[in-house]
């Protein structure tokens, strides 16, 4: 389920979902590394609600989005069955970079984690490139829809 909320003071899109058996390790708790799945899922999420398709605006345009650093705050376990609120926002946006923030809430709306990743902007050859340089129309858009919740 899809909605948007205010996360950071900022537009967010908000998913919903059920962490599933296979989401859990051996003892019964979300993988670690899960919670990076989640965070792509809210990623995409967020830029296909804002018009935005991955494919579509940057891949088919000859850039993608790399993750240069990603960081996840673990408060709280999550057990298979728990419902699931995960919050994701664009915190930073510039030239040669984007930044998402996530918040992970169990059903109370208590914090389970919190995390952010780092994206570079690449061309095809796989060097960093300035998105307002390599495509201005690009940068336009990105700067109209994302540049306020952004704070470019």
Known sequence: MKTESEYNGINAVRLEFTVRW???DAAGVTYYAKYFDWFTDGRITLLDQMGLSYMDIFHNRGIELV????????????RPVEKVILE?????????????????????????????????????RGKPCNIAKKNPGLWEELSKKIGAAGGI
């Not at 993750?67 to 999550?78: G, K, N, P």
Request: hydrophobic share 35%.
């Open 22 to 24: 296979g989401d859990c």
């Open 67 to 78: 993750v240069i650093d990603a960081f996840c705050r673990y408060r709280l376990s999550m």
């Open 88 to 124: 994701t926002s664009i915190t930073s946006l510039t030239r040669t970079r984007v930044t998402f923030s996530y918040r992970i809430m169990k059903e109370d709306n208590t914090v389970a984690a919190e995390g952010s990743t780092n994206h570079a902007y690449v061309d095809e």
